[in-house]
């Protein structure tokens, strides 16, 4: 599987990840200047995080239902 990430500012970065494999994503945005900037849980669940780029400090939440 293949996750990729684009800012409008053209910061970019893409993962591969062998299939039914792990993915530590906080380490690997943090390579290409993007960030995991912490989330929100209910009932010990993730509801929601967002990932801001370092390059021109845009974010976006991401929802998780």
Do not use: A, H
């Amino acid at each position: 599987m293949t996750l990729i990430i684009k800012c409008e500012c053209g910061n970019k970065i893409t993962l591969s990840v062998p299939p039914k494999k792990y993915l530590q994503l906080r380490d690997n945005l943090e390579t290409k200047k993007f960030r995991y900037d912490g989330g929100t849980t209910k009932d010990g669940k993730v509801e929601e995080f967002r990932i801001s780029c370092d390059k021109c400090k845009n974010w976006i939440d991401i929802g998780v239902d």
